[in-house]
C-alpha cells in the first residue's frame, strides 16, 4: 500500500512544488517573459487549472506545473498587470478631480 504525502497548508505544498516552479520560470524567462514570477505561475494554476479540482496529488500538481501554456500564463499576468495599472488610473484621476 501507498503512503499517501500530506501537506499541513497551503504554503508547505507551494513549498514542495517550488523547484518545478523555478523550472518553469526559467524556461518563460527563455521567452523573453520577464514580468513572470514563480507565485504568478502557482496563481494562474490555482484560478485556471486547479479552481474546481480535489484531492489532486503532488505528482498531478508537479505535471500541470511544467506542461502549462507559457503563452497562457504570460497573458494571465499581462492581464493583472493592465487591471492594476486601470485601477491606479482610476484613484489618481478621482484625486486629480478633487483639486
Sequence with gaps: ??????F??????YNRS???LYSKLKEIRRLNF???TEKDI????????WNNKVNLE???LISDILNADNYKINDYVMQKIDKLKT????KEN???NKK
Excluded at 499541513?8 to 505544498?13: F, R, S, T, V, W
Excluded at 485601477?87 to 482610476?90: G, I, L, P, R
Design 87 to 90: 485601477e491606479a488610473d482610476k
Design 94 to 96: 478621482k484625486k486629480n
Design 1 to 6: 500500500m501507498e503512503d499517501k504525502i500530506e
Design 34 to 36: 520577464n514580468f513572470v
Design 18 to 20: 517550488k523547484p518545478a
Design 42 to 49: 502557482w496563481n494562474y494554476l490555482v484560478d485556471n487549472v
Design 8 to 13: 499541513k497548508d497551503l504554503k508547505e505544498l
Design 58 to 60: 503532488l505528482h498531478e
